[in-house]
């Protein structure tokens, strides 16, 4: 019994210290790379983390921002990178979903050079409306899209991301016909919708609340299977009359493709334990960003999922890389 117990002692005793595969891990800086430039979603929610993250393991760990191609260029950067646990990523649904279907050469596949950590966020994409658009449910922007076919237009971020893959996919299910206008961004998108040249916008919460808020555009519905706690009045597109329709936007934690296992563990367990703290799920609320860890294993099925699904939308709407 004694002999037991000092061996749980010792285990505990190793866990805390942070002791992986015989070695105190990390035993300096950590590199958390991020596929899209600063002060955007992404990049917000990879700095709240890291910050809590390096106050726990004792050790800093860095933001690196390797912007392009829809988050491709960093997916490419982490399947390549040495596989020594100092190199971890946060990625988006692109890049490991819907890249493997739109990019002819891809230079790394996702399920073989990219390990799966956990979930970091959740959250919807919003549909909204300029304010001179003759429509204040989802609804009537539907029957008002059907007596113009073709006439109407949607803006998204860019070319097979998150707001154009939920707009391809509303299409399909309400049998309309919207032209999609792809932005490099969604700050030149929500100017064109502001100024009229745009009649819908495909956009995030933090991004496109402002603005509704100060009555300059209107949010007709969300694409989550709950409403969002940044918009809590406006419905989701399955109360809307679309039931069962989701699209959302995640965040997840990678790493290369070969981490040891017990490397992979300890940055379930670190991000796991960051993404649970109080204090930074009330961080990430103020941009309207759910915490959603999970295990290793349910992140690898969940974007298995995602990737089935989106790639029928990509070749159903015949999605090209630009």
Same mark, same amino acid.
């Given at each position: ?14 866990? *805390? ?14 590199? @958390? ?7 955007? !979603? ?9 910050q809590k993250l390096g106050e726990n393991v004792g ?61 970091? *966020? ?6 909204? *409306? ?7 449910? @989802? ?27 939920? !707009? ?24 064109? @919708? ?38 809590? &009045? *406006? ?27 017990? @490397?992979? &563990?300890?940055w379930n367990r670190e991000l796991t334990k960051v ?6 799920g009330a961080e990430l609320a103020k941009h309207g ?34």
């Open positions: 019994m004694k002999s037991t117990i000092r061996m749980m002692l010792a285990t505990a005793a190793m866990t *805390v210290a942070g002791v992986v595969g015989g070695q105190n891990f990390p035993s300096r800086a950590v590199t @958390l790379t991020v596929g899209f430039a600063p002060g955007g !979603g992404a990049d917000t929610v990879a700095r709240l983390i890291a050790q800093p760990v860095v933001v690196e921002n390797k912007a392009g191609a829809g988050g491709n260029i960093a997916a490419q950067h982490i399947a390549t990178a040495p596989p020594d646990g100092y190199t971890i990523h946060l990625t988006s649904v692109g890049p490991m979903t819907v890249a493997p279907h739109v990019v002819k050469d891809l230079r790394y596949d996702p399920k073989r050079d990219i390990a799966p950590i956990t979930m970091g *966020v959740v959250f919807p994409n919003v549909f909204v *409306v300029y304010s001179g658009v003759p429509a204040k449910t @989802l609804a009537e922007f539907v029957a008002l899209a059907k007596r113009k076919p073709g006439q109407l237009t949607y803006g998204s971020s860019g070319v097979g991301g998150a707001g154009h893959l939920a !707009g391809e996919l509303f299409k399909e299910r309400a049998g309309i016909d919207v032209l999609h206008v792809p932005y490099k961004g969604g700050g030149p998108a929500m100017t064109d @919708l502001l100024g009229g040249r745009l009649d819908m916008y495909v956009g995030v919460p933090s991004t496109v609340a402002p603005h509704v808020d100060a009555g300059k555009a209107r949010a007709l519905a969300t694409t989550g299977a709950q409403r969002t706690s940044t918009m809590p &009045d *406006v419905p989701t597109v399955a109360e809307s009359g679309y039931p069962g329709f989701e699209a959302i936007n995640w965040y997840a934690f990678v790493a290369p493709g070969k981490t040891p296992k017990d @490397l992979l &563990d300890f993404l649970n703290d109080p204090q930074v960003l759910d915490p959603a860890p999970g295990t290793r294993d349910e992140l690898a099925q969940y974007i298995e999922r995602e990737s089935l699904k989106w790639g029928k939308v990509v070749r159903e709407a015949k999605i090209t890389a630009e």
